[in-house]
């Protein structure tokens, strides 16, 4: 079953205390990307990998990083958390299409909550 | 810049309605547009993948359209379920495989 996973799906922690995200798909596919999600603001690009060790910043990078060190993983750390990054975070990846994006598959979230 | 709008924000309709959903864009220069839906807590589903040299895509009883030089696509629903109550996203892709996203339509189908 083609799938995008992502762990853990809940977590609260407190600020300043590192924490990674990590994100996993078994389609191939070259490019994954990370958003959050929060009322009133829509989905937000945080990173985006356009194939493995190729990387680079979407809409809102700040406080966040990334690393492709393999096609299909793609975790996302927060070195330093604060309060401002409680948000519901996605992973989604696409095969690239060589003229417009593939379907877009996303994982079912991550609750983040930093006290 | 490209914006991406979903208008109304919320939409309630009764049982085996039929509906239209909509969404805009400013800029026409695009690849391709997606319609998804987000259920309460959980990701998004991919629904239609319009590409920009596409007029529509049909998928069962969802239909969705472009309209690249009007800036506009529009996702049909036939015969409304309680099951398709969801919040509904459009996404339209430029250059570098970058999607914006709308802020969504929120559906709820009432029996």
């Known amino acids: 079953e083609a799938q995008v996973t992502q762990n853990p799906r809940y977590l609260i922690t407190v600020t300043g205390k590192k924490l990674t995200v990590t994100c996993s798909q078994n389609?191939?596919?070259?490019?994954m990307s990370w958003y959050r999600q929060d009322p009133g603001l829509g989905l937000r690009q945080i990173y985006y990998?356009?194939?493995?060790?190729v990387t680079d910043k979407g809409d809102v990078p700040e406080g966040y990083k990334v690393s492709r060190k393999e096609k299909r993983n793609f975790p996302l750390i927060l070195e330093s958390p604060s309060p401002n990054q409680t948000s519901l975070y996605f992973c989604?990846?696409?095969?690239?299409?060589?003229w417009g994006t593939g379907e877009l598959f996303f994982g079912e979230g991550s609750r983040l909550t930093v006290l | 810049k490209q914006e991406v709008t979903q208008i109304p924000a919320a939409l309630s309709v009764p049982e085996g309605e039929n509906l239209v959903l909509n969404c805009s864009f400013t800029?026409?220069?695009?690849?391709?547009l997606q319609w998804f839906r987000q259920d309460p807590g959980k990701g998004l589903t991919s629904l239609l993948l319009?590409?920009?040299?596409?007029r529509e895509q049909t998928s069962g009883r969802l239909n969705a359209s472009l309209d690249k030089s009007s800036g506009r696509s529009t996702l049909y629903i036939a015969a409304s379920q309680p099951g398709d109550s969801a919040t509904y996203l459009c996404?339209?892709?430029?250059?570098?495989?970058?999607?914006?996203f709308g802020k969504g339509t929120k559906l709820t189908v009432n029996p």
């Open positions: 996404a339209a892709q430029g250059g570098s495989e970058k999607l914006v």
């Open positions: 800029d026409s220069a695009i690849y391709n």
């Open positions: 319009i590409q920009s040299s596409q």
């Open positions: 389609m191939n596919h070259e490019y």
């Open positions: 990998s356009m194939n493995v060790e």
């Open positions: 989604a990846s696409h095969r690239v299409a060589g």
